[in-house]
């Protein structure tokens, strides 16, 4: 598979967000994945099949998917089609303050390009025409913002990246239920709860699966149970604190979620390749 660096298209190294227009004709049919970025593609104009893997799907104007970084695709019988790339390095996703709590961001940001790479395209956003034209002014700012490179333009590129993300995000939410739909709904309680106690039974009525359902399905898609990803953020949130505050390893380990700090420990060291204190003194170390 032909994987292409963001670079490639990109002369800001700094900035982890790239925009360009793109047209494809008949004949345009070359698959390829990214290197080092996703993708969200934005239908303008025209239609087209997308492909994904070893099966394709017929794109029209309004129609918005992400494509991560694992996920070989392209496009075939193109017909006028006019499409907005927005690349972006997948790490600002986790700096997206609470919009990752809202289901239609955990659905198209999250679980559908992971569902992509694992099964197959499971369809994306389709846009309704109010909110389609207000995501054309949007990308059309963004773009003369972005190719101006005036005053100020990667912070108004990032914002304006922030806004389109926030409104693609309530448009999935109001589509028609889907088990991505569910999917999604149960990983933005866990996006918000994770520090509590969330047991397989609560996150199984939220989605409105049997357990043994959810944890198929959330496997399926993410390649953890809903427990190991539940442990991840809080382990992921402990590294935080342990570096950023000074509060002991058994306080760090109660407001991570843990009420055994013996657990928490060695759960840490499972994942860090060390202790929770060593991790500390480590982190104080490279700080100078």
């Given at each position: 598979m032909i994987r292409f660096p963001m670079s490639l298209f990109s002369s800001h190294s700094d900035f982890p967000i790239h925009l360009q227009y793109g047209q494809h004709s008949a004949d345009d049919c070359y698959m390829h994945g990214h290197e080092d970025y996703f993708e969200m593609v934005v239908v303008l104009e025209g239609r087209a099949e997308h492909l994904v893997g070893e099966d394709s799907y017929k794109i029209s104007a309004g129609d918005v998917f992400v494509i991560n970084s694992s996920t070989e695709h392209g496009f075939k019988s193109a017909d006028k089609i006019v499409i907005c790339n927005i690349m972006f390095k997948p790490e600002i996703l986790g700096q997206m303050f609470n919009i990752a709590e809202t289901e239609g961001f955990q659905a198209l940001f999250i679980l559908e390009p992971q569902f992509t790479q694992n099964h197959r395209f499971s369809g994306g956003l389709r846009l309704p025409a109010e909110s389609f034209v207000q995501v054309r002014m949007l990308i059309e700012q963004m773009m003369e913002e972005y190719n101006r490179c005036g005053e100020g333009w990667q912070t108004l590129v990032y914002a304006d990246f922030l806004r389109l993300c926030v409104?693609?995000?309530s448009n999935y939410s109001a589509q028609p239920e889907t088990d991505i739909m569910r999917l999604s709904r149960t990983k933005a309680y866990i996006e918000k709860h994770f520090c509590e106690e969330i047991s397989n039974a609560v996150l199984a009525d939220i989605a409105g699966y049997s357990e043994r359902q959810l944890i198929r399905l959330f496997r399926s898609a993410m390649d953890m149970t809903p427990k190991n990803y539940i442990n991840s953020l809080r382990i992921h949130k402990s590294r935080h604190l342990l570096r950023s505050t000074g509060l002991s390893v058994g306080e760090?380990?109660?407001?991570?979620?843990?009420?055994d700090q013996n657990y928490f420990s060695r759960l840490f060291r499972r994942n860090a390749g060390?202790?929770?204190?060593?991790?500390?003194?480590k982190a104080a170390e490279s700080r100078g």
């Open positions: 409104l693609l995000s760090i380990a109660w407001q991570c979620g843990f009420n060390m202790s929770p204190t060593d991790f500390r003194n």
